[in-house]
């Protein structure tokens, strides 16, 4: 009778064990979607000195170096492909700030040199500087998931602000546009 006993336990805790599971997942994905805005990415980098830029540059293209990101001028740091459909749609944006003064660098991310340069000779370069990221080593350490994703660089090379995906809509007028008019003092 003792056998029957544990076969009759045994059988138990295994109709308990699967509603317990489901309980579990559902308390956690209950709790998950608890968690606030969940359409940005934060950002570790925020308040940390910049990643190194790539030191190859597009060719045809201004470099620039680590020093640009801290000469005491903010900049704004700008991942993009030409092959990248949101990049192309948020160009006037970035011609827009070029003429407003903005710094703004365009790291050409796993892109072909020819496509890139014919891209922007075509459409107007918005860069002080391009540097060029074909293996997209960089983009890691920037933690650039996929372009386009732009940084707000401070003078003193700390990121202020991270934007992923284009310069547009909600998120570029009531998030980045006041960010980078708080870092450039207006």
């Not at 317990?20 to 994905?29: K, T």
């Not at 891209?119 to 860069?127: A, C, G, I, Q, V």
């Not at 700390?158 to 998120?171: E, H, Q, R, S, Y």
Request: overall charge negative; glycine content about 10%.
């Amino acid at each position: 009778m003792a056998d029957g006993e544990t076969t009759q336990k045994r059988v138990s805790v295994l109709m308990i064990l699967p509603p317990l599971l489901f309980a579990g997942f559902a308390i956690m994905a209950y709790l998950g979607m608890q968690r606030g805005d969940t359409t940005t990415l934060p950002s570790t980098f925020i308040g940390r000195q910049a990643p190194a830029l790539p030191e190859q540059t597009l060719e045809g293209f201004a470099s620039v170096s680590d020093a640009d990101l801290r000469s005491g001028e903010v900049t704004v740091v700008n991942f993009w492909a030409s092959w990248c459909p949101p990049c192309r749609a948020e160009h006037p944006r970035l011609l827009e700030l070029q003429a407003e003064g903005v710094r703004v660098i365009g790291v050409n991310f796993k892109d072909q040199t020819s496509t890139a340069t014919r891209y922007l000779t075509e459409e107007r370069s918005p860069f002080i500087g391009v540097p060029f990221d074909p293996q997209g080593r960089a983009a890691i350490d920037w933690g650039v998931t996929g372009p386009p994703e732009s940084f707000i660089v401070g003078g003193d090379g700390t990121i202020l602000f991270k934007l992923v995906g284009p310069m547009a809509g909600t998120l570029y007028q009531e998030d980045f546009l006041p960010a980078l008019h708080e870092a450039l003092g207006r």
